[in-house]
Nanobody, 120 residues
Framework: QVQLVESGGGLVQFGGSLRLSCAAS????????MSWYRQAPGKERELVAV????????NYADSVKGRFTISRDNAKNTVYLQMNSLKPEDTAVYYC?????????????WGQGTQVTVSS
């Protein structure tokens, strides 16, 4: 059974840090681009960070550049999101996404999400 399971969310104070993990099972992430998205109440889901299959390239939303770092360990089948200098506006449910594109068809897997709450 294909699964992505996020963990590491919680309540943190302004300026604090959290490290999210996304553990995959039922498939190997090494051929998938991996991303973190987030969705705040009343807002659309937005892309936070993305990392290529080998980890050689990353990209971030402007709102998190310099504060968040995405990384992956293909041997552990896990992706991480290190979040530093957290702000109340980072409060959201964070979702892990795995995407593989084959012959221009995208195959997506999503996790169930983990709540991050930043208090002011």
């Amino acid at each position: 059974q294909v699964q992505l399971v996020e963990s590491g969310g919680g309540l943190v104070q302004f300026g604090g840090s959290l490290r999210l993990s996304c553990a995959a099972s039922g498939f190997t992430i090494s051929t998938y681009g991996m991303s973190w998205y987030r969705q705040a109440p009343g807002k659309e889901r937005e892309l936070v960070a993305v990392i290529t299959t080998t980890g050689g390239s990353t990209n971030y939303a402007d709102s998190v550049k310099g504060r968040f770092t995405i990384s992956r360990d293909n041997a552990k089948n896990t992706v991480y999101l290190q979040m530093n200098s957290l702000k109340p506006e980072d409060t959201a449910v964070y979702y892990c996404n795995a995407r593989e594109t084959v012959f221009r068809i995208a195959y997506d897997y999503w996790g169930q999400g983990t709540q991050v709450t930043v208090s002011s």
